[in-house]
Nanobody, 124 residues
Framework: QVQLVESGGGLVHAGGSLRLSCVTSGRTFDYYTMGWFRQAPGKEREFVAAITWSGGNVVYADSVKDRFTISRDNAKDTVYLQMNSLKLEDTALYYC?????????????????WGQGTQVTVSS
């Protein structure tokens, strides 16, 4: 059974940091690009970051570049999102997902398996 389980969300003050984790099961993870997306209330789901299997290639949304870092530990079947200098506008439900095209997809339709999400709330 394919599962992606996110954790690490929470309430943080603006300027603070959080580290999200996404643990996968089954053969979800092997050799695939993994990505993070987020969705704020009343808004569409948006791309945050993606990382290839080797970790050698990453891509970020302009809104998080230089503040967020995506990484992965293939031995642990886990992908991470380190979020620093958090802003109010980073408040959202954060999802990890697998890129079925195995590229560095920025659109949700390129991803086939999704977790349930972890809530990040940034307060002033």
């Amino acid at each position: 059974q394919v599962q992606l389980v996110e954790s690490g969300g929470g309430l943080v003050h603006a300027g603070g940091s959080l580290r999200l984790s996404c643990v996968t099961s089954g053969r979800t993870f092997d050799y695939y690009t993994m990505g993070w997306f987020r969705q704020a209330p009343g808004k569409e789901r948006e791309f945050v970051a993606a990382i290839t299997w080797s970790g050698g290639n990453v891509v970020y949304a302009d809104s998080v570049k230089d503040r967020f870092t995506i990484s992965r530990d293939n031995a642990k079947d886990t992908v991470y999102l380190q979020m620093n200098s958090l802003k109010l506008e980073d408040t959202a439900l954060y999802y990890c997902a697998r890129d079925r095209t195995n590229g560095l997809g920025r659109t949700a339709k390129q991803y086939d398996y999704w977790g349930q999400g972890t809530q990040v709330t940034v307060s002033s």
